[in-house]
């Protein structure tokens, strides 16, 4: 017996590649309806073999139906996530409407399975920011070991995590670049992307972080341990997908390089190549349609006591989106609601 599943924002980057991992995933699915908004309506879109149209998030009733997973944004979660989560239908939220909300779990199942069971207080349950969820997952089982007092992190996010206008963006400026007469000016983007890259991601704040960089320190705390200090300088940068990351982390205890790569080999849903020879790290463009988070660079920080270094890949669609509320969701059905 397996699970009536919605999928809302269908049509866009995140919705698709859910759809894709549901199928790859082999989630144990009775029926599975899509949702756009009326602009979309009747879009086509593929999951699995099969070919489906989306219906309007609008009017549709999620009574009777287990498992939502939302891919629309803040404002339209905002209006339609608690009319799913009151008809009795879990919602998996990937916008940050809910992620600082104390009565709604924000979940990375390979780091905080136990949260689940709080998702009942709202029926809603919060997938976190794309370049928080990579990095707590190599995180997790450090901390385990030795303890995290403080991270900083500098990210170099792929386009794809601004959606299909971001993609399209790098695109035409990239091309124009070689037609002096097709002029691209920013958009999505502050400033040119293509050859360039943006210290910008998403507004500033009076603190002088942008949000992004404030979404890290939080959701880290929340995820992880309230008690780890982080630090983070989010930069956009000219690539399609995926997300890269250069972390520097201070433990209370002292951590050896080489048992830190043995315990991240061993971490779920992480990968360690790392070699001290030409090309033995991991790129963005390497990590596309892969779901592992990818640890390369692994090395002691001789500057503090106890620091190591560490460079991490992953991709934003599938791991920092889409992957990770498919998990949440077979955490969901595992641990609490378990037909499938």
């Given at each position: 017996?397996?699970?009536?599943?919605?999928?809302?924002?269908?049509?866009?980057?995140?919705?698709?590649e859910m759809l894709n991992?549901?199928?790859?995933?082999?989630?144990?699915?009775?029926?599975?309806?899509?949702?756009?908004?009326?602009?979309?309506?009747?879009?086509?879109?593929?999951?699995?073999?099969?070919?489906?149209?989306?219906?309007?998030?609008?009017?549709?009733?999620?009574?009777?139906?287990?498992?939502?997973?939302?891919?629309?944004?803040?404002?339209?979660?905002?209006?339609?996530?608690?009319?799913?989560?009151?008809?009795?239908?879990?919602?998996?939220?990937?916008?940050?409407?809910?992620?600082?909300?104390?009565?709604?779990?924000?979940?990375?199942?390979?780091?905080?399975?136990?949260?689940?069971?709080?998702?009942?207080?709202?029926?809603?349950?919060?997938?976190?920011?794309?370049?928080?969820?990579?990095?707590?997952?190599?995180?997790?089982?450090?901390?385990?070991?030795?303890?995290?007092?403080?991270?900083?992190?500098?990210?170099?996010?792929?386009?794809?995590?601004?959606?299909?206008?971001?993609?399209?963006?790098?695109?035409?400026?990239?091309?124009?670049?070689?037609?002096?007469?097709?002029?691209?000016?920013?958009?999505?983007?502050?400033?040119?992307?293509?050859?360039?890259?943006?210290?910008?991601?998403?507004?500033?704040?009076?603190?002088?972080?942008?949000?992004?960089?404030?979404?890290?320190?939080?959701?880290?705390?929340?995820?992880?341990?309230?008690?780890?200090?982080?630090?983070?300088?989010?930069?956009?940068?000219?690539?399609?997908?995926?997300?890269s990351e250069s972390v520097?982390?201070?433990?209370?205890?002292?951590?050896?390089?080489d048992e830190a790569r043995?315990?991240?080999?061993?971490?779920?849903?992480?990968?360690?190549?790392?070699?001290?020879?030409?090309?033995?790290?991991?790129?963005?463009?390497?990590?596309?349609?892969?779901?592992?988070?990818?640890?390369?660079?692994?090395?002691?920080?001789?500057?503090?006591?106890?620091?190591?270094?560490?460079?991490?890949?992953?991709?934003?669609?599938?791991?920092?989106?889409?992957?990770?509320?498919?998990?949440?969701?077979?955490?969901?059905?595992?641990?609490?609601?378990?037909?499938?």
């Amino acid at each position: 017996m397996g699970y009536r599943v919605v999928v809302a924002g269908a049509t866009g980057n995140v919705g698709r590649e859910m759809l894709n991992i549901l199928s790859e995933r082999q989630f144990p699915v009775d029926e599975i309806t899509v949702l756009a908004s009326r602009k979309s309506l009747g879009t086509e879109v593929s999951f699995g073999d099969k070919t489906l149209k989306t219906k309007d998030l609008d009017t549709f009733d999620f009574t009777g139906w287990d498992i939502a997973l939302f891919a629309v944004g803040s404002e339209a979660t905002k209006q339609y996530a608690p009319k799913a989560a009151k008809a009795g239908c879990v919602v998996i939220d990937n916008s940050s409407l809910y992620r600082y909300d104390a009565d709604v779990p924000l979940i990375v199942p390979e780091v905080n399975p136990e949260a689940i069971h709080g998702y009942a207080k709202k029926n809603i349950i919060a997938n976190p920011n794309c370049s928080t969820a990579q990095m707590v997952v190599a995180l997790k089982p450090l901390h385990d070991r030795a303890t995290i007092k403080r991270v900083v992190v500098s990210t170099y996010q792929s386009v794809s995590g601004a959606g299909k206008e971001g993609i399209d963006e790098l695109w035409d400026q990239t091309k124009s670049i070689y037609n002096p007469t097709d002029n691209k000016p920013p958009r999505k983007f502050q400033k040119q992307i293509a050859f360039n890259v943006i210290p910008q991601i998403d507004v500033f704040m009076d603190s002088g972080d942008t949000k992004e960089e404030w979404k890290m320190m939080v959701e880290t705390k929340k995820i992880v341990d309230p008690k780890i200090k982080v630090t983070a300088t989010c930069v956009r940068v000219p690539v399609f997908v995926g997300h890269s990351e250069s972390v520097n982390i201070e433990f209370e205890e002292h951590l050896d390089e080489d048992e830190a790569r043995e315990i991240l080999r061993e971490a779920p849903g992480v990968m360690v190549i790392d070699k001290r020879e030409d090309g033995g790290y991991v790129s963005p463009v390497e990590c596309v349609g892969d779901f592992a988070t990818f640890i390369s660079r692994i090395r002691q920080d001789s500057t503090i006591d106890n620091g190591l270094n560490l460079w991490c890949v992953s991709d934003n669609l599938r791991k920092g989106a889409a992957l990770n509320a498919v998990q949440i969701a077979e955490l969901l059905g595992r641990e609490v609601l378990k037909k499938g």
